[in-house]
C-alpha cells in the first residue's frame, strides 16, 4: 500500500517541481550564493554506515546542487566543506576526507560539465595542515580553470571566518609595512574597504544569500565579514537528503523577501 501510494505521488511531486522551478526562474537570483553543508556525519549514522561514508554521499550531492545553481544562473557560489575546527576530529574520518578531496579535486579538473560552463574554481581558506598531494591536486584544479569566465566557485577549506579576518589585517599590515606606513598611520587612514580588500573573496560580491542545512541555526563563522548583510535560510534536511525542491523552497523565500523590500 505504502509502495502504490508513493507511485501515485511521483508525478505530482514532479508537477510540483516543475512548477516552483518555473517561478523561481521569473524571480531574482542571488549574485553570491553561500552553502554551509551540514549533516553528512549525522545522515551515515542513521543509515548505521561509519560517518566517513556520510562524506562521500556528501559530495554528491554537491555537484547535484552546483548543476542546479548552473540551470539557474548563479554567478558566485561558496562552499563550505571543511572548516579548520575539522582537522580536530577523528584520525580516520580526517584522512578519508583528505583521500576524498584529492580524488575529488582531480575529478574536477577534468570533469566537462566545470569546461562546458567555463566554472572558475577558487580554493579559499589556510592550507596550513594539508598534504602536499592534497595541495598539488587542488592547484592543479585551480590551474586549470583560473581563465574561465563562468560561474566562480569558491571551495572552503580550511576555513574560519575569525582566521580569514585576521589573515586580512595581516595582508594590510605588510601592505603598510612596504609602503611605510607606521601601525598608527595606518589606524587613522583604515576603512572597511581595506579590510575587504585583503579578505578570501576580494573581488566578489559579499554573499546576499546563505543556505545551511541540518537545522541548526547559526552560521559558526561562515563569512563573518561578508555575511553583515545576507538573507539567511536555515532547513531542517540532513546535506545528503537536500531536494531540488528544498533548494527551490530556500530560493522562492529569497525572492519574497527581494520583492518585499524592493530590491
Request: charge should be positive.
Amino acid at each position: 500500500m505504502v509502495r502504490r501510494l508513493l507511485a501515485l505521488s511521483r508525478p505530482l511531486y514532479w508537477y510540483y517541481e516543475r512548477r516552483l522551478l518555473s517561478e523561481v526562474k521569473r524571480g531574482p537570483m542571488p549574485r553570491h550564493l553561500g552553502l554551509i553543508l551540514d549533516g553528512n556525519r549525522r545522515y551515515a549514522r542513521a543509515l548505521g554506515l561509519s560517518p566517513t561514508k556520510g562524506h562521500e554521499f556528501g559530495v554528491h550531492k554537491a555537484y547535484e546542487v552546483l548543476e542546479w545553481c548552473l540551470e539557474l544562473g548563479i554567478r558566485t557560489v561558496t562552499v563550505w566543506v571543511f572548516s579548520t575546527d575539522n582537522f580536530k576530529r577523528p584520525r580516520e574520518e580526517v584522512d578519508t576526507l583528505m583521500r576524498l578531496f584529492v580524488e575529488e579535486a582531480r575529478k574536477m579538473a577534468e570533469d566537462h560539465r566545470i569546461h562546458a560552463h567555463q566554472v572558475q574554481v577558487r580554493v579559499i581558506g589556510r592550507r596550513e595542515g594539508f598534504g602536499e598531494e592534497v595541495l598539488r591536486a587542488l592547484e592543479e584544479l585551480e590551474g586549470r580553470t583560473r581563465h574561465h569566465q563562468g560561474m566562480v566557485l569558491n571551495i572552503a577549506m580550511g576555513y574560519g571566518g575569525r582566521e580569514e579576518i585576521v589573515d586580512a589585517v595581516k595582508g594590510l599590515l605588510r601592505e603598510a609595512e612596504a609602503q611605510g606606513l607606521s601601525p598608527g598611520a595606518l589606524a587613522e587612514r583604515l576603512s572597511p574597504e581595506d579590510i575587504a580588500r585583503h579578505l578570501y573573496t576580494s573581488g566578489l560580491p559579499d554573499p546576499d544569500f546563505i543556505i545551511r542545512t541540518s537545522g541548526e541555526v547559526r552560521l559558526s563563522g561562515f563569512l563573518l565579514w561578508q555575511s553583515a548583510y545576507s538573507e539567511f535560510y536555515f532547513v531542517d534536511v540532513l546535506w545528503p537528503e537536500f531536494r531540488k525542491i528544498d533548494f527551490l523552497r530556500a530560493l522562492r523565500s529569497y525572492q519574497a523577501r527581494e520583492r518585499r523590500f524592493g530590491r
